[in-house]
């Protein structure tokens, strides 16, 4: 079974910083984009940011020039690095990933059960 394990939540106050960082198992068979969602109370669902295998990114556009999201394709791990944090960035961040896992015929979608990022004023 595919888990993707999440870290680094937390409380900031606004202006702050906070590093998240996401793992996927090693025994799949590939990993194509891995990225980042969040959900504030009360919204849906939004893209944080997102990079392919090879190093693109793509950032909502709410986040640019404050976050960076970046890859480590020898640990399956994905990391966001959110800078200038304002209040409205508060919502639960997850981590996705498109993988292929072991017995599956094909990339699948998988998710991190999520980690809080809330930022005061």
């Known amino acids: 079974q595919v888990q993707l394990v999440e870290s680094g939540g937390g409380l900031v106050q606004a202006g702050g910083s906070l590093r998240l960082s996401c793992v996927a198992p090693?025994?799949?068979?590939?990993?194509?984009?891995m990225g980042w969602y969040r959900q504030a109370l009360g919204k849906q669902r939004e893209l944080v940011a997102m990079t392919s295998k090879a190093g693109s990114a793509d950032y909502g556009d709410s986040v640019k020039g404050r976050f960076t999201i970046s890859r480590d394709n020898a640990k399956n791990m994905v990391y966001l690095q959110m800078d200038g944090l304002k209040v409205e960035d508060t919502a639960v961040y997850s981590c996705?990933?498109?993988?292929?896992?072991?017995?599956?015929?094909?990339?699948?979608?998988?998710w991190g059960p999520g980690t809080q990022v809330t930022v005061s004023s």
């Open positions: 090693k025994n799949i068979i590939g990993i194509s984009d």
């Open positions: 996705h990933a498109r993988i292929w896992a072991a017995g599956r015929p094909r990339f699948e979608d998988y």
